[in-house]
């Protein structure tokens, strides 16, 4: 049971009854909820609302008709099942005809130039939506990329900076093994090696920092191969179109499950193998972390 309740504000909201238990203390009201009102759902339904196109909101264009050249007094449009008049019909037609429709028809053609059935198949369908205007705004964007080519070779010869092709980059050089055993026997030659064992220490320390560097990048770039394929098999299965009923929904395949626990399994192998040092520098992980200032040592005695 409910009552409708007018405040001096002139606000009404609806008043319902309800039991005495549940009511927040000081107060004579309780928070209702749904729930207490409807009850439990006790039938339910795991079906997914699908989504269809109106069949109003399509558009049907007038076609034309040609019966050859001895057809003059024959309809030359065909409007039985079309939603637009002629001059509709023809601004959809030419419009490819203007800047936006060629940078709309530049992009589809630069999506499809790696295969040319699939460039075909689009000169084809561009050609069927635009009336054949499509190989006469193809040949026009052919003629504008020329041109703009033609204009930046001029701009560089008027600014003189003619491009010149790159140098070739150069052979990295390779390591000169030193030998230290032939350098410690100048001591017999009364020449001070004393400086030689600490250099072969250092290099000893580079070659064995060197080693594990290209172990952990190894490791890195092999588990970032691995999350870019369980990324593509996930995209593969989410994009999917659903299924009409929750119950027939794809699951992950033994090839996705397999390639997560297998991630999962290296993620804690470099946890407990690479040291933050291999990561970053230490001036990196400070800007990082919210760490408090650590107290000079004029604060500790003023505080002490």
């Known amino acids: 049971m409910g009552f ?3 405040r001096k504000d002139g606000t009404t909201s609806l008043a319902i009854v309800v039991p005495n238990d ?16 409807c009850g439990k759902l006790t039938h339910g339904t795991g079906q997914l609302q699908g989504f269809r196109e ?10 034309p008709l040609y019966y050859g050249a001895f057809g003059s007094y024959a309809p030359s449009y065909d409007s039985t099942f079309a939603n637009l008049t002629k001059e509709e019909s023809d601004l959809v037609y030419q419009t490819y005809g203007d800047e936006t429709a060629v940078q709309y028809a530049e992009s589809i053609l630069d999506f499809s130039k790696d295969c040319d059935f699939t460039l075909t198949m689009v000169d084809d369908l561009l050609d069927l939506l635009t009336s054949g205007e499509h190989r006469k705004t193809k ?9 703009r080519e033609e204009e930046e070779r001029i701009r560089q010869l008027l600014e003189g900076k003619p491009h010149l092709p790159s140098p070739p980059p150069t052979a990295p050089q390779p390591d000169v093994e030193v030998d230290y055993t032939a350098l410690k026997s100048l001591a017999d030659l009364g020449i001070d090696t004393s400086f030689i064992d600490s250099f072969e ?7 064995e920092q060197k080693a594990s560097e290209e172990a952990v990048q190894a490791g890195l770039d092999h588990t970032s ?3 870019q394929k369980l990324q593509q098999v996930q995209n593969d299965r989410l994009s999917m179109v659903p299924p009409p009923h929750l119950a027939h929904v794809v699951q992950p395949s033994d090839n996705e499950v397999h390639l997560g626990e297998y991630i999962y399994c290296l993620g804690g192998v470099f946890v407990y193998v690479i040291q933050p040092s291999d990561l970053a520098s230490s001036t990196f992980y400070p800007t990082m972390t919210p760490l408090p200032p650590t107290p000079t040592t004029h604060s500790q005695l003023h505080q002490q």
Do not use: H, M, Y
């Open 54 to 63: 109106d069949r109003r909101n399509l558009t049907k264009t007038v076609k």
């Open 225 to 227: 191969n691995l999350l």
């Open 22 to 37: 549940g009511v927040t203390p000081g107060t004579n009201e309780r928070p209702i909820s749904l729930g207490v009102l």
């Open 139 to 147: 040949r026009f964007l052919e003629d504008r990329r020329k041109l």
């Open 201 to 207: 220490q250092e290099r000893k320390r580079n070659e």
């Open 4 to 6: 409708l309740r007018q």
